[in-house]
């Protein structure tokens, strides 16, 4: 068994999962009753709840985004993005709503336009209404869940270097217990609801997928016909995953991604152009001006059930859905700051949704005005899963257009399950972002599996509804980890700001150096030798003399080697209190183009003794220094630490 598996993690998930399909397999009446009336009740009774943590999480984003927090990375201040912003778009748009508005960018427009919560259906009012509530269910309340679950893990895990799960958020308040049964607990209930949110979708997809398909091509609609999608479906994510996120994820993405927009350009040149634009442009009005209104709208007064079957089911979908989608968008944000995380996250792929519904949703609403859209009108209502296809015989070329809208389908479900299957792995592997192939592979097949199972049994809407049932218990952990993140967030700005005003004396690193020795200094380029020699022989007897003498006073201290860098660290623990970290690592860069005659790439590198801190690289070299200067620089920046302590006890 691999040292990264966490065994109460792995097999209470999955021994729960196990117990969960057997129950639904066994007994899909009984589960479907139980279920669905334990999510009535929570619909009825707590929509005040759900209402007021929405519109909390999306208040909060807001604030991290635009204030002194955003300038905090998702990782130590050094630390760079792994992916390309295009890519990382790609990702975590396909992962976090793709096939959601490939099944509902037509019909959901059009079932608000025929049934409006009030007012009259048919008319310009009903079509503006159900822009507006279309816009207000997928646009940034969900997205802002997606984002403060993301930021979350992605804080703790890449900053303070936390377990990369869930029960990280809660490190300020319970500290080290979240290594405990608490801890374990949080993540298995994290891997329930993304296997069964995951497989869930999975199952009722390929239904909608085999009708799509006979529609299109006469394929015949079957039991037989829809475990073959899944077997496919499973087969591609399993590859994907195992071929990993940079050359598997990343690349369907982007894949789809690009699709999606030659779809949505060609839908928009084909339609009525002019006027789309113009939609949009109103929609985005409407929506903003109302969002508050619609926020904190229960239809208390008018005594209309519609919340329940529309915002309340959303809400609580995308709680339910956002420990996968979170943790995946997380596992990709690494050295991005707050603040153009929240941007990417919450603004960007609104602004996309946006224009994805409008061209597909009033496009399909103007059909219908002008007794153009056929039966599109009937078609959602009796079977939503073949409103895209329809809609698209409106359109020239309508076969190309729905073989594009087939194979987009494929390719989200495939990148859902296996960045789903990365997730659950990370999760059940302490946080590990490399784990061992075998395991990403279980849980991809295990994925499917549950997804077959459950749709041959009919147990498909009865774990529907118990994983939608969970975001109220998943709620609440979340009110708790954002405390947790804010808390932290405060702490670690407190310090920057501290450091920033300290006024302390600075080093005097050149005090006893010659001129020439400067100058020698400034134009010489060491190789990574040099500097391991000068970290063996200058500053471990440096950091040793420090903690020898901090020992002596009574302090926790350690001298540590990094044997893949050779990078010295010096750790002073400070028990409950932030620990202070100094290091010395050897970072490479390229030679100035003046100095460029070699041919060698390892010729062109030169190295930095650079000085890291737990906050990250310092950008400063003490190559050459002495030890009686390193000793001081140690001292200076950990009389800063203690200073930031100070402040803020």
Avoid at 174 to 198: H, Q, S
Avoid at 543 to 569: D, K
């Amino acid at each position: 068994m691999d040292h990264t598996l966490n065994p109460p993690v792995f097999f209470g998930s999955a021994i729960l999962i196990f117990a969960l399909v057997v129950y639904a397999v066994a007994f899909p009446a009984s589960a479907s009753d139980l279920f669905s009336r334990m999510q009535a009740s929570i619909s009825n009774n707590v929509s005040w709840f759900y209402v007021l943590v929405v519109a909390l999480i999306l208040l909060c984003v807001t604030f991290l985004g635009i204030s002194r927090y955003g300038d905090i990375k998702l990782g130590p201040d050094h630390a760079e993005p792994d992916f390309s912003f295009g890519s990382w778009f790609a990702m975590l748009f396909s992962a976090g709503m793709g096939i959601g508005l490939m099944f509902f960018g037509v019909s959901e427009p059009v079932i608000h336009f025929i049934s409006p919560p009030v007012g009259d259906p048919g008319n310009l009012e009903a079509a503006k209404q159900a822009m507006t509530l279309t816009f207000f269910h997928w646009g940034l309340h969900a997205w802002a869940i997606y984002a403060i679950v993301a930021l979350i893990p992605a804080f703790f895990g890449y900053r303070h270097e936390l377990p990369l799960t869930m029960r990280s958020a809660l490190y300020p308040i319970i500290g080290d217990k979240i290594y405990g049964p608490i801890g374990d607990a949080i993540d298995i209930f994290a891997i329930l609801g993304t296997v069964f949110g995951v497989a869930t979708s999975l199952g009722l997809g390929v239904m909608q997928v085999n009708s799509g398909l006979n529609y299109l091509f006469d394929l015949p609609v079957s039991p037989m016909t829809q475990v073959v999608l899944i077997i496919s479906i499973t087969a591609l994510a399993t590859i994907s995953v195992a071929t990993g996120l940079d050359k598997g994820i990343r690349r369907l993405s982007e894949a789809n991604l690009l699709l999606a927009v030659i779809l949505v350009a060609l839908i928009i040149i084909l339609g009525p152009t002019v006027l789309l634009l113009q939609m949009f442009v109103q929609n985005t009005g409407g929506y903003l001006s109302g969002i508050v209104d619609k926020t904190f709208n229960l239809y208390a007064y008018e005594g209309n059930d519609w919340i329940g079957g529309w915002t309340l089911f959303y809400w609580a979908f995308w709680l339910s859905w956002s420990p996968f989608v979170g943790m995946f968008i997380a596992r990709i944000s690494k050295g991005r700051t707050i603040r153009e995380f929240v941007t990417g996250v919450l603004f960007v792929p609104t602004g996309l949704t946006f224009l994805w519904m409008t061209v597909f949703g009033n496009t399909a609403i103007h059909a219908i005005m002008n007794d153009t859209a056929g039966q599109l009108a009937t078609v959602v209502q009796n079977d939503a899963s073949l409103a895209l296809f329809t809609f698209l015989e409106m359109f020239p070329f309508s076969e190309a257009l729905s073989f594009i809208a087939i194979l987009m389908v494929v390719i989200f479900f495939v990148t859902s399950s296996d960045s789903s299957a990365m997730v659950i792995d990370i999760l059940a592997s302490n946080g590990n972002d490399h784990p061992p192939l075998w395991q990403r592979v279980f849980w991809s097949v295990l994925i499917g599996a549950v997804a077959m199972a459950l749709m041959l049994a009919g147990g498909l809407e009865a774990l529907q509804a118990a994983t939608i049932a969970s975001a109220l218990p998943f709620s609440i952990i979340l009110m708790m980890s954002t405390y947790g993140l804010l808390r932290a967030l405060a702490i670690d700005a407190a310090k920057k700001e501290s450091l920033s005003q300290t006024n302390l004396a600075p080093v005097m690193s050149q005090k006893s150096v010659s001129w020439q020795t400067r100058i020698n200094n400034l134009v010489h380029f060491p190789r990574r030798a040099h500097v391991n020699r000068f970290n063996e022989h200058v500053v471990i007897p440096a950091m040793e003399a420090v903690a020898g003498e901090l020992t002596s006073q009574g302090i926790n201290t350690s001298v540590e080697l990094e044997s893949e860098s050779s990078a010295p660290t010096l750790n002073i623990l400070h028990g409950e209190e932030t620990d202070f970290s100094y290091q010395v690592y050897p970072r490479a860069y390229l030679k100035p183009s003046f100095t460029l005659d070699e041919d060698d790439d390892e010729e062109r590198k030169y190295f930095r003794a650079e000085v890291f801190l737990r906050e990250g690289g310092q950008d400063y070299d003490i190559m050459g220094w002495s030890k009686e200067q390193v000793i001081a620089d140690i001292v200076s920046q950990y009389e800063k630490h203690l200073h930031f302590l100070h402040m803020v006890r």
